[in-house]
């Protein structure tokens, strides 16, 4: 049965999913590295993202990792994802992705944006599609290409996974809480009533580097 999940989503210990002062020099805002950092190290991390095929660690770290790709038919990106640009797509100079030509994605990746562009083909089977109906459209287009099987991963930013969860869209989130404080920021959970959306915790476990926490929604 397919889901709508929020997987290897990380949070500092107050709340935070992203620093200030996102842009270009600082994607994740100021200090917001430092909420990766359980993931940095993993086999997940280390070969799928950055390709380099025998590196990495294996652990509970990596198994959440890896947990976040597993079975997902197309995901959904806020714009601040796919890039910094802001504003129309430029034509002399597209932006596509912080990834370079063979993103981690392998699959369709509907990108919410203001403003269309056409799809983009990467390597490795990822396209990029800019969506610009809203939301409830580009799941309903995730879907789609997912099919019945397999599931819809909403990768972020903050905003995006806010909307999707006061929308009543998701199924399940898995948090990553790091053991920093970043003070300021895009806070993910605020006025945000989880119970309310019918969410109870099904898994927690630490380790050195994190604190894995999955929430499931219930009818």
């Excluded at 053991?179 to 009533?193: A, F, W, Y």
Aim: glycine residues 12%.
């Amino acid at each position: 049965m397919s889901k709508v999940r929020v997987a290897s989503f990380a949070v500092s210990i107050d709340g935070y999913g992203a620093g200030p002062q996102q842009c270009l020099e600082h994607p994740l805002g100021v200090g917001g590295t430092t909420l990766h950092e359980w993931v940095f190290p993993t086999r997940t991390f280390q070969q799928r993202v950055l390709g380099h095929p025998d590196a990495g660690e294996a652990g509970i770290d990596d198994d959440f990792a890896a947990r976040g790709f597993e079975n997902v038919g197309a995901w959904i990106l806020g714009r601040n994802m796919f890039g910094p640009v802001r504003g129309a797509w430029s034509a002399s100079e597209e932006w596509n992705g912080w990834w370079g030509d063979d993103p981690p994605y392998h699959t369709h990746v509907f990108v919410l944006t203001h403003h269309p562009r056409t799809s983009v083909v990467m390597d490795g089977g990822t396209v990029f599609h800019f969506v610009t109906e809203g939301i409830e459209s580009a799941l309903e287009r995730a879907r789609e290409c997912a099919g019945p099987q397999r599931d819809v991963r909403i990768g972020g930013g903050v905003d995006t996974v806010r909307q999707y969860l006061q929308a009543g869209l998701v199924d399940e989130v898995h948090l990553a809480i790091a053991p920093v404080l970043l003070g300021s920021g895009e806070c993910l959970l605020q006025d945000i009533d989880l119970p309310a959306l019918g969410f109870r915790c099904v898994e927690h476990v630490g380790t050195p580097r994190a604190s894995h926490v999955v929430l499931r929604r219930h009818a």
